[in-house]
């Protein structure tokens, strides 16, 4: 893929509060890109559920650095990058499966199951112990239906 | 507050405000698991009407409070979602577990 058009980065700790921080800061980079309500919301509840993986699984036990990473391309498309340098995913096809969860009771298992369904491509990336890269894709049609 | 609490009897009704994540799920399934506690209702209802962000911790909060309603006999229903919330609610396929209300007059 050809280099972007636009691309911001950010770096946040991997504390809870910054899970609502993240999602909108990426909704508002995505935003030039004129996307209807219901894709700006798609894509902050995706960067919410990658964000909170980093957060309840990747570090766990500990507060770590999460890199975000925006990017804008032709034809309207945004990729979002978001990486941890936590523990990894054993079996990420297992990790996958919609329900599956190592949490039980208050976590659905959802997680990359709204992540697929939300955005166009999802990518995941995982090495144990050297930590996770979920790579976001989606492409912002908003008001260029109407045109 | 990120939740209010109004109960009846036999019934308890939670009124989820602002944003739903794993951030502020914690609270708000602290407050509503007192009140279910406290007065063992039939019927819990957890009004989304007020909620401006909802991601799958959501899901986690209605599954969580299924299973405790289980336990003492009683059921969860989900009121009032707007579109965005509708749209994670039907992929989770949570309607299986509790029905999803629809009340006119609180819709805006």
Known sequence: MSAPINEMKMVVESRSINEGFSRVAVAAFAAQLDPTVEELSDIKTAVSEAVTNCIVHAYEKQVGKIYITASIYDNQIIRIKIRDRGCGIENVKQAREPLYTTKGGERSGLGFAVMESFMDKIYVRSSVGNGTTVTLTKQICGRCKDD | ?108
Do not use: C, W
Request: aromatic letters at 2%; glycine letters at 8%; proline letters at 5%.
């Open chain 2, 1 to 108: 507050m990120p939740v209010v609490i109004e109960t009846s009897q036999d019934e308890v009704k939670a009124i989820i405000q602002g944003e739903l994540d794993h951030h502020n799920a914690g609270a708000i399934r602290k407050s509503i698991d007192e009140s279910v506690e406290r007065l063992r209702p039939k019927l819990l209802k957890i009004d989304f009407s007020q909620v401006s962000f909802m991601d799958s911790s959501g899901i986690g909060l209605i599954m969580g409070r299924y299973n405790t309603m289980q336990l003492i006999g009683g059921e969860v229903e989900v009121d009032n979602p707007p579109p965005a919330i509708e749209k994670i609610l039907k992929i989770s396929g949570i309607q299986k577990l509790a029905k999803i209300i629809k009340t006119e007059e609180e819709q805006k």
